[in-house]
């Protein structure tokens, strides 16, 4: 395994560790659940907000060195991604496409939309209960041991869910963890991480609150995740942002690259004679068919398989013949890091070019099945792994954006179509749109003349809500027009207050439709009952916040976990 470089004392204690925590026993997961979101109680963000920004990865360093973690982290291969819209669909095509190839992996990613676990996966299948929960009071009990004048209370829940992450993966003996960011990225906590290889997925105006209100503001946030001698894959962005990205790159010494658009890529799959493989695939006609929905997902896989080469070139030294650039600097064994002899600010590790001889013999004493496979990696030229790449890129799943599900009700004979989509900025609720229109556009004549069009709405306050709601209004093609909480107990009055100030927003963008206006999803839900029971086809469009989403698909049971 690839993160198995650290001293024999450490691995000793860590196996420990595991073998005392498993012999006792723990709440149940319902009540671990209830003990994890205590963790984002008022009093606990009051006292996070006034802690310093800046130190928040210093507190999570100080959690980490307390799990012995520190070191560890410095060794995992790790794919950090940040980005406002789609860093979500990218961290999911980059574990796709790994795992597709023979790779195990760590992804860790939020928010989640049904349960919790989520956040934490294995080879894109998140932690089940039992694990969670041992887990869970496991760090706790050791968290509670280390704490320090300054670091009095436990840590939010963002930041205490990362570092299970972290264990969960170290523990797992993942050949990679690929890292969502979750606010920013400069001063997120997942930066303690030191990445192969970096991401920032297109930039646009959210948390402002907390990122800034000007796209220069927020693209320097994201930019902060760019680390000396690291490369830093980017999407077109916007003039602002892009020259943000651009001057930090230069500051911090990292490589900063716009990829070639996929469907460009894939005009060279078909024509290059080094990919026979792939020639065969499409020679019936067969072009690529990305599982994840909207064309804006092209932009993501663009993004996600160029970051995947680069990492097995800098990781393995797999020859980058696909896209005719020369890897610099390819590593001489097995595995690699190109940042050997660099110091990590938050772990204060050294990586000698010792240990890391000592770490490939480790890989071959200890796991003689996987290392096997490593060393076919090694300086193979990617164009051999391209049918795996492209299983993995029309394999990817990632529940809640532009996700149709189809729903009947054998009682009423009504079929509804959810359209599901988190959409929360305005760049993302046009993709959305155009998603959406697409289909419904494309529905035999009598099935559109016979369907009723409703849309499901939720924002919260810090977000733009009439660039929002704009071009929904000039749809002009739902019959009722449903403004709910996100919130599956009844709503707090203020929440109630702002579905309130979004229907009236919508009246004066001249939006159509019968308004309603919920105080909790049950109610929305039973709103939908009624409004569709004596419809043939329904189509439901549900977007503005993912939490909306996740919470209609635990209620109406759209997704199983």
């Given at each position: 395994m690839l993160n198995t470089n650290v001293p024999s004392n450490l691995i000793l204690k860590q196996k420990l560790l595991r073998v005392n925590f498993s012999q006792s026993k723990y709440?149940?997961?319902?009540?671990?659940?209830?003990?994890?979101?205590?963790?984002?109680?008022?009093?606990?963000?009051?006292?996070?907000?006034?802690?310093?920004?800046?130190?928040?990865?210093?507190?999570?360093?100080?959690?980490?060195?307390?799990?012995?973690?520190?070191?560890?982290?410095?060794?995992?291969?790790?794919?950090?991604?940040?980005?406002?819209?789609?860093?979500?669909?990218t961290c999911s095509f980059i574990s796709r496409i790994l795992q597709s190839i023979g790779l195990k992996t760590g992804l860790s990613t939020s928010p989640h939309l049904v349960s919790?676990?989520?956040?934490?996966?294995?080879?894109?299948?998140?932690?089940?209960?039992?694990?969670?929960?041992?887990?869970?009071?496991?760090?706790?009990?050791?968290?509670e041991k280390s704490k320090t004048d300054r670091y009095k209370m436990l840590p939010s829940f963002f930041r205490f869910v990362t570092m299970m992450s972290f264990q969960h993966f170290w523990e797992s003996s993942v050949d990679a963890m690929v890292i969502e960011v979750g606010i920013g990225?400069?001063?997120?906590?997942?930066?303690?991480?030191?990445?192969?290889?970096?991401?920032?997925?297109?930039?646009?105006?959210?948390?402002?609150?907390?990122?800034?209100?000007?796209?220069?503001?927020?693209?320097?946030?994201?930019?902060?995740?760019?680390?000396?001698?690291?490369?830093?894959?980017?999407?077109p962005q916007k003039h602002e942002a892009a020259k943000v990205l651009k001057k930090v790159s230069k500051q911090v010494g990292a490589k900063l690259s716009v990829p070639r658009p996929i469907d460009q890529m894939v005009k060279i799959w078909e024509s290059s004679p080094r990919?026979?493989?792939?020639?065969?695939?499409?020679?019936?006609?067969?072009?690529?068919?990305?599982?994840?929905?909207?064309?804006?997902?092209?932009?993501?896989?663009?993004?996600?398989?160029?970051?995947?080469?680069?990492?097995?070139?800098r990781r393995y030294g797999v020859i980058d013949d696909l896209f005719g650039i020369a890897p610099d600097n390819r590593p001489s064994q097995i595995p690699c890091m190109k940042t050997i002899g660099k110091q990590n600010t938050y772990t204060q590790n050294w990586i000698s070019a010792q240990q890391q001889e000592q770490h490939r013999q480790q890989l071959v004493n200890r796991n003689k099945e996987k290392f096997q496979l490593h060393k076919l990696l090694y300086k193979l030229p990617i164009s051999t792994l391209m049918p795996q790449i492209i299983k993995g890129l029309e394999t990817t799943k990632w529940d809640g954006r532009c996700q149709l599900i189809k729903e009947s009700n054998p009682?009423?004979?009504?079929?509804?179509?959810?359209?599901?989509?988190?959409?929360?900025?305005?760049?993302?609720?046009?993709?959305?749109?155009?998603?959406?229109?697409?289909?419904?556009?494309?529905?035999?004549?009598?099935?559109?003349q016979n369907s009723t069009n409703i849309l499901?709405?939720?924002?919260?306050?810090?977000?733009?809500?009439?660039?929002?709601?704009?071009?929904?209004?000039?749809?002009?093609?739902?019959?009722?027009?449903?403004?709910s909480p996100n919130l599956i107990k009844k709503a707090w009055h203020l929440d109630k207050d702002l579905q309130q100030l979004i229907s009236q927003i919508w009246k004066q963008l001249d939006g159509k439709?019968?308004?309603?206006?919920?105080?909790?999803?049950?109610?929305?839900?039973?709103?939908?009952?009624?409004?569709?029971?004596?419809?043939?086809?329904?189509?439901?469009?549900v977007t503005g916040s993912l939490h909306l989403v996740g919470g209609i698909m635990k209620l109406r049971r759209l997704k199983k976990i």
């Open positions: 709440p149940s997961y319902q009540e671990t659940i209830k003990a994890l979101f205590k963790h984002q109680s008022v009093k606990a963000k009051l006292t996070e907000l006034q802690l310093n920004t800046h130190n928040t990865q210093e507190e999570l360093a100080h959690f980490t060195r307390a799990l012995d973690l520190q070191q560890v982290l410095a060794r995992i291969p790790t794919l950090h991604v940040a980005g406002t819209k789609g860093k979500g669909s919790v676990r989520e956040r934490i996966q294995i080879n894109n299948e998140p932690i089940n209960e039992q694990d969670f929960t041992s887990l869970y009071w496991r760090i706790r009990e050791q968290i990225g400069r001063f997120d906590a997942t930066n303690i991480v030191s990445p192969d290889v970096c991401t920032i997925t297109s930039l646009g105006m959210d948390h402002l609150n907390k990122l800034g209100g000007s796209l220069e503001q927020i693209a320097w946030h994201k930019a902060g995740i760019m680390k000396p001698g690291v490369h830093c894959f980017t999407v990919i026979q493989s792939v020639r065969q695939m499409y020679q019936n006609g067969k072009s690529l068919a990305l599982s994840l929905q909207g064309e804006h997902q092209k932009i993501n896989a663009t993004a996600a398989l160029h970051t995947v080469v680069e990492f097995l070139s009682k009423n004979s009504t079929n509804i179509n959810w359209f599901l989509d988190g959409a929360h900025t305005t760049s993302s609720i046009n993709y959305a749109i155009k998603w959406f229109t697409g289909i419904i556009n494309d529905q035999p004549l009598e099935q559109k499901i709405f939720n924002c919260i306050g810090d977000r733009e809500i009439e660039n929002l709601l704009e071009p929904l209004s000039k749809l002009n093609i739902f019959k009722n027009v449903i403004f439709g019968e308004i309603s206006v919920t105080d909790s999803l049950q109610k929305t839900l039973l709103l939908v009952d009624q409004l569709t029971s004596k419809k043939e086809n329904v189509n439901i469009f």
